[in-house]
Structure formats: C-alpha cells, structure tokens
C-alpha cells in the first residue's frame, strides 16, 4: 500500500510599522541571533556556530515551553530579507522554512512579512499556528519600533 503523503503548510503574516522605515527595522532583524528581545515567549537565543551575517549560521532559542535549533539559509541585506529552517526541536517542528522580509510602502513606514512552509504540526491547526503567527509578529513589530525609538 502507499505511503500517504501530508500537505505542506504554507502561510504569510504581514504587520505595518508605521513609524520606521526597512533600514531602521533591517539590523535588527539581521542579527539573527537577538531574537529574545523581540519574539514574546523566547527567553534565550545565542549565536551556536557560523558566521554573524552569513548562511550557515545556527542560533539556539529556548522558552518555557521548549527549544529550537535554528539555521540562516539566506540573507540579503540590500533587499532585507533573510530565510531559516528549524533543523532540531523539542517541540513539534518538522520541515519547518520561514522567510521574513521586510518591505517598504507608501509614505512613511514599512512592512514585515514572515512566510512559513512546514510540515503539519501534531495537535495544532494551521489557522491556530497561522493566528499564533499574526500575534507574535504583531508584538514584534511594536519591540522593533520601540528598539528604533531608543537609539533616536
């Protein structure tokens, strides 16, 4: 008999800032490995190997609910934009790519984008991660607006 195949999950969240502009959100968001100061449930997050600013580098993110292992597959600071997987977890992630881009628009301020392909996650809905995607980015892009502000 066959092996069933699942579908991949796919989905985008976006969320506007309407005070900054791509190049005051970019270095943030490059660092890759500061991600505790902006994503509301890591506690932790540190450089594991590689390069800052280069593919291949790996960070590691612990919450209380868990951790990841998570690795830079592109980073393109002209058209701020970066990718990584989730190569190991302990918390539900298999075939997890992500890509955040952040984009400028009309007038003042700006957009971040954060598209995701992933395997099924096992007991949780897409539209439940997808949901969980939209908050999180949402608190996100307050902590970077704020970050900005700070160093003005």
């Avoid at 868990?66 to 002209?78: N, R």
């Avoid at 984008?113 to 969980?132: A, H, N, Q, R, T």
């Avoid at 999180?136 to 607006?145: G, I, P, R």
Wanted: hydrophobic fraction near 40%; proline fraction near 5%.
């Amino acid at each position: 008999m066959a092996e069933e195949t699942v579908p991949k999950w796919e989905g985008k969240s976006t969320a506007e800032l309407k005070t900054t502009t791509p190049e005051q959100i970019w270095p943030f968001l490059a660092e890759f490995c500061n991600i505790d100061k902006f994503f509301p449930s890591v506690d932790t997050c540190y450089r594991k190997e590689g390069t800052p600013g280069q593919p291949g580098l790996v960070r590691y993110c612990e919450s209380s609910t868990g951790w990841a292992i998570e690795k830079l597959l592109t980073i393109d600071p002209i058209n701020h934009s970066l990718s990584y997987e989730i190569v190991e977890n302990n918390i539900g992630f298999k075939g997890y790519v992500a890509t955040l881009n952040v984009l400028a628009v009309e007038g003042d301020g700006c957009k971040i984008e954060w598209s995701f392909i992933s395997d099924p996650i096992e007991g949780m809905k897409l539209e439940d991660f997808v949901s969980y995607l939209d908050n999180t980015l949402l608190f996100m892009a307050k902590k970077l607006e704020d970050a900005v502000r700070a160093q003005i």
